[in-house]
């Protein structure tokens, strides 16, 4: 299958350029007239170097959560969220979860992010263009060495493509019976996630209540016709 291009260069600043505006729109007093802008080369590059994981000689994408082209992406991303300043923390589920304080601890966070694992041939984007652009606001707050009111939350969903696993358990509804299902390669979901570090028996310390995260954005690829198909600009 040849791989789909699904945005332009040009379009992933777009991206980038709203998530920063989501946050200056949240801290206007911390980010004021500061004109932030992504860095596209930096966000091209990490897209294209992080492609790498999962695939064979042929150019074919395989990372399928709980695979070794996971494993490897998820320990890239979270050296990169290392590099950035965060402290990153694997949760129950095996979410990947840096945190960045803001100047107001008593505020929810606000969070943002994506996955990393994929379908087979799913293409460079999907998941990975909110993951990236996720770490591409934390470094651009770095450069511009603002804090934002609200701490600020990175979070990698495990497991998305094989059944929404991370998020689910995020949102407590992973029954006990939904871990003992069969992921794509062959573990159980429970096996999985302590295969990434995570913990099935403690899966509920990772639930987050209505009202614990300020805002949640997730950049994500369109997955229907819609913009496509307009003439709508986002930004
Ligand atoms: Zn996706």
Known sequence: M???IFVKNASLTTLGVSAVGLLESYSKNSIGDNKLKVNEQRMVSRITEFAKFGMDDKGHG???AFTKGDIDGRAWFIEQLKKAGLDPVIDA???????RKGKNQALKPIAFGS???MVPDGGNYDGPVGSIGALEVIDVLNENKLVTEH????IIFSNEEGGTIGSMAMAGALTKEGLQQKSQNGLTMAEG???IGGNPDTIQSCIRKKGDI???LELHIEQGAFWSGSTYRLA
Do not use: F, S
């Open 93 to 99: 589920a095996g979410n990947i979860i840096g945190k």
């Open 193 to 195: 996630i302590k295969a």
């Open 115 to 117: 996955h990393i694992d």
């Open 62 to 64: 395989y990372r399928v």
């Open 214 to 216: 300020h805002a949640w």
């Open 151 to 154: 701490p600020l939350e990175v």
């Open 2 to 4: 040849k791989r789909r």
